[in-house]
């Protein structure tokens, strides 16, 4: 199984961004996917997260600006980003956690640069 995270780049404050995550290989259902962040010299942070089901969270410090959704049969995990702030600024990684022939298992795939400058 791999996840593959797009969409990242340079933004100016105020902008917006649409980050999106594939995941491929033997998975038989997605049971939750989820987005992080890490910025240079902080904790990774959980941003958002989605179950199967439609059912979502967010970091406080995101909501109201970010929307996380999903699509199960396309194996994909969006974030629509707005009103993005030099705050924003961080490598976001998507991870999800699946049920495979092995078990259920949660992947991590390789982040995506967001830089909020002006």
């Known amino acids: 199984v791999q996840l593959q995270a797009f969409g990242g780049g340079l933004v100016q404050p105020g902008g917006s961004l649409r980050l999106s995550c594939a995941g491929s290989?033997?998975?038989?259902?997605?049971?939750?996917m989820e987005w992080y962040r890490q910025a240079p010299g902080k904790q990774r942070e959980l941003v958002a997260a989605?179950?199967?089901?439609?059912?979502?969270n967010y970091a406080d410090s995101v909501k109201g600006r970010f929307t996380i959704s999903g699509d199960n049969a396309k194996r994909t995990v969006y974030s629509q980003m707005n009103s993005l702030k030099p705050e924003d600024t961080a490598l976001y990684s998507c991870?999800?956690?699946?049920?495979?022939?092995?078990?259920?298992?949660?992947?991590w795939g390789k982040g995506t640069q967001v830089t909020v400058s002006s």
């Open positions: 989605i179950t199967s089901g439609g059912s979502t």
């Open positions: 290989g033997s998975i038989f259902s997605i049971n939750v």
């Open positions: 991870t999800a956690d699946v049920n495979t022939i092995g078990g259920r298992r949660h992947f």
